[in-house]
């Protein structure tokens, strides 16, 4: 009997994980239910936002810029105009409705 038939799932699952990042770095949206409500979720690095931007985190209501890793999220029914702009930390603890 050849050893050829190992399973490969530790090779499939680094794949996985790349693809992840792609996902990320690309700033394709996933969706996250919270509280019984879909909200489209992107993580940003903020490169791409003029350099005078700010934004005020809904969580703790403390603003930032560009050039700091956030999310941007937004209820899935309303759409991405009104999306808002989270520290990660944030929306990790936001369980509630965007007011
Ligand atoms: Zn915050």
Avoid at 29 to 47: D, I, L, M, W
Wanted: hydrophobic share 30%; with cysteine.
């Amino acid at each position: 009997m050849p050893r050829n038939n190992r399973p490969k799932n530790s090779k499939r699952q680094a794949e996985e994980e790349e693809l992840d990042l792609e996902r990320v770095r690309s700033g394709i949206a996933r969706t996250e239910v919270k509280n019984g409500t879909e909200f489209t979720v992107q993580t940003t690095a903020g490169r791409s936002a003029e350099e005078t931007k700010r934004w005020i985190c809904p969580y703790c209501q403390v603003s930032f810029g560009p050039g700091i890793s956030h999310v941007v999220a937004w209820e899935s029914a309303a759409g991405p105009t009104q999306r808002r702009h989270f520290h990660n930390n944030c929306w990790k603890k936001f369980q509630g409705r965007i007011i």
